[in-house]
């Protein structure tokens, strides 16, 4: 009776989700003003009247856009490193990212098929939504440097793959949820997230195409009506086939490999014990054997 006891109590603590940053007021508060920044920087288009004066710097406010959410991504981090991101979360952290730059250029350029969307769905919904922005966010700038590919579509990258992966974090049931029905869960979740990657991220390299070069371009003095019909000819013609490969690999990886690298993140975040608190004791009170 004992042993069994002790059982229950046992899968009780490893079902309970450990979290390497625990969200606090000013780390929301970051997030919400980083969040609605970003959606009038990927959404200007439509948000802005044809006769303002926005629009008419349509090949420009890209860039300022690009400029401001770097600023911004970069104090949500600290803002969230300062509520909690320890040495062991800044250590998992560092892992996680590099591996999942490494990941990137395994299918980059061959129709979206990449293995790094899986990774970052299983850690975000292991590490919590606080963390898996932030890794969403290093991870795509690494793989960036890894690559070549800075330019000004990297901070929409940050933060679109930041809104991705903490997206994972933010599912239902992460105490409760284990098993097949949670992968199936976070496969659905991929593959519906790796579209609307593609198509947020659309809409940030969209305006700087020329209404005059195409039919499916942004047009300053087109009605809202007319942009959206516009963008969505653009993503059915330019994205769609690597969106779908983007989607399929994420499904793929999630329900052949979603469990057992899901029981990894889940042993190394036990170990690491995040929030177990920290104390020093004097040496002296050490008690050394005789």
Same mark, same amino acid.
């Given at each position: $009776?004992? =042993? ?68 911004? =991504? ?12 320890? %040495? ?26 990449? %293995?790094?969307?899986?990774?970052? +769905? ?43 992966? $903490? ?15 949670? =992968? ?14 593609? /198509? +947020? ?27 959206? !019909?516009?963008? /969505? ?30 029981? !990894?993140?889940?042993?190394? /975040? ?6 177990? %608190? ?5 040496? !002296? ?6």
């Amino acid at each position: $009776m004992t =042993v069994r006891r002790a059982g229950e109590v046992r899968q009780a603590r490893d079902v309970r989700q450990a979290r390497a940053v625990r969200l606090g007021p000013r780390s929301l508060a970051a997030l919400a003003l980083v969040s609605a920044v970003g959606v009038v920087a990927f959404g200007w288009p439509f948000l802005a009247p044809p006769a303002s004066a926005l629009t008419a710097h349509a090949q420009d406010a890209p860039w300022l856009f690009a400029g401001l959410l770097v600023l911004l =991504v970069a104090v949500v981090a600290a803002t969230i490193s300062e509520s909690g991101l320890g %040495p062991k979360a800044v250590a998992m952290l560092g892992v996680l990212a590099a591996t999942g730059a490494a990941l990137r250029p395994i299918g980059a350029g061959t129709a979206g098929l990449e %293995p790094m969307f899986f990774l970052m +769905v299983l850690s975000g919904r292991v590490l919590g939504p606080g963390f898996g922005f932030v890794l969403g966010a290093i991870t795509m700038f690494a793989s960036a440097l890894l690559t070549g590919g800075v330019g000004p579509w990297l901070p929409f990258q940050m933060l679109a793959m930041g809104w991705f992966t $903490m997206g994972a974090g933010l599912l239902p049931g992460p105490d409760r949820l284990r098993g097949r029905p949670e =992968v199936w869960l976070l496969a659905g979740y991929g593959f519906l997230a790796a579209f609307a990657y593609g /198509t +947020v991220m659309n809409m940030a390299g969209w305006p700087f195409m020329s209404a005059l070069a195409s039919g499916i371009a942004f047009d300053p003095d087109a009605s809202l009506a007319g942009n959206l !019909a516009r963008f /969505t000819a653009y993503c059915l013609a330019t994205s769609l086939g690597w969106d779908l490969g983007r989607a399929v690999i994420t499904v793929v990886l999630t329900l052949t490999l979603g469990r057992p690298v899901l029981k !990894a993140l889940r042993r190394a /975040t036990r170990r690491a014990a995040f929030e177990a %608190p920290v104390t020093f004791r004097d040496p !002296a009170e050490v008690k050394h054997p005789t």
